[in-house]
């Protein structure tokens, strides 16, 4: 069984920074991608952005230059640095862990929260 765990949401006013954790553990047999989604009431879910184990990084148009994810391999670990955050910020959070042989688990989510 695979267990994907985030933390680091909150409540936090325009212009702060928050960071996102997620760590995966359990039977997955290799992990190819982590990413991080989000959705806002009212809205689908959406990517915000993704990682390769090799680095390789996917950002939406949106957050590029404020979001910066990374990943800690020896952990099975992805990180979302969120600076100069915005109100339309605000959503639920995901993370998604895919496997090289394309299975693909979900967090349960942690909001984060964008004052105005």
């Known amino acids: 069984q695979v267990q994907v765990v985030e933390s680091g949401g909150g409540l936090v006013q325009a212009g702060g920074s928050l960071r996102l954790s997620c760590a995966s553990s359990?039977?997955?047999?290799?992990?190819?991608?982590m990413g991080w989604y989000r959705q806002a009431p009212g809205k689908q879910r959406e990517l915000v952005a993704k990682?390769?184990?090799?680095?390789?990084?996917n950002y939406a148009d949106s957050v590029r230059g404020r979001f910066t994810i990374s990943i800690d391999n020896a952990k099975n670990t992805v990180y979302l640095q969120m600076n100069s955050l915005k109100p339309e910020d605000t959503a639920v959070y995901y993370c998604?862990?895919?496997?090289?042989?394309?299975?693909?688990?979900w967090g349960q989510g942690t909001q984060v929260t964008v004052s105005s």
């Open positions: 359990g039977s997955i047999f290799s992990i190819h991608v």
């Open positions: 998604k862990v895919e496997s090289i042989s394309a299975a693909a688990y």
């Open positions: 990682i390769t184990r090799s680095g390789n990084t």
